[in-house]
């Protein structure tokens, strides 16, 4: 199974639509889970051209992705033998992973996935897999330009994951970083 992963869009902004580069990098995926931040259900009615979508909510999310099916504060899925916890904020994200779960996930689980930060992470701590893509408009908390998604592909036994940067705005370099994982 592979996985899109994306967090902290924050449309409509500077920008109305996702980039063109989100939908090209995903187009091989076979699900799409948003950590957050969408703003508005158009930004998933986008990603589901692409793939079926399942979405955190995140702070900003208030008003139009309230009654969205797709959206739940926690989503708890099993993914080739994979639990998962999508959810929008674990930060501090480097907190006891113990204290991650029973604080915000509320279910054991062997991957979290989170967004909020801004910034890409890949970590593996007690067994468990920590991703957040980072933001895919605002990386690092800057102005608008590209910024980084992720692909997490699971095998029963078999994590990978890749955090990808989705390439330059004109005068607005992005500050993402290419980060990968493959368990052992």
């Known amino acids: 199974?592979?996985?899109?992963?994306?967090?902290?869009?924050?449309?409509?902004?500077?920008v109305q639509e996702l980039w063109p580069e989100v939908p090209k990098v995903f187009d091989s995926v076979d699900l799409i889970l948003h950590a957050g931040d969408i703003i508005t259900s158009s930004v998933l009615d986008s990603?589901?051209?692409?793939?079926?979508?399942?979405?955190?909510?995140?702070?900003?999310d208030h008003f139009s992705t309230v009654n969205d099916p797709r959206v739940k504060n926690v989503h708890i899925l099993?993914?080739?033998?994979?639990?998962i916890g999508l959810i929008h904020d674990l930060?501090?994200?480097?907190?006891?992973?113990?204290?991650?779960i029973e604080n915000y996930i509320k279910a054991p689980v062997d991957i979290m996935i989170s967004g909020h930060t801004h910034f890409e992470r890949i970590d593996f701590r007690d067994n468990v897999f920590?991703?957040?893509?980072?933001?895919?408009?605002?990386?690092?908390?800057?102005?608008?330009?590209?910024?980084?998604?992720?692909?997490?592909k699971l095998e029963p036994g078999v994590i990978e994951a890749e955090i990808l940067p989705l390439g330059n705005t004109p005068n607005r370099p992005n500050p993402g970083v290419r980060l990968s994982y493959k368990s052992p």
């Open 78 to 83: 099993n993914i080739e033998g994979w639990d």
């Open 1 to 14: 199974m592979l996985i899109g992963v994306i967090s902290d869009t924050h449309l409509p902004s500077d």
């Open 91 to 100: 930060e501090p994200e480097d907190r006891p992973i113990d204290y991650l």
């Open 130 to 152: 920590q991703l957040n893509p980072g933001s895919s408009n605002f990386p690092h908390l800057l102005s608008t330009r590209l910024g980084t998604v992720a692909l997490l």
């Open 47 to 60: 990603l589901e051209q692409v793939a079926p979508v399942m979405a955190a909510r995140g702070n900003h």
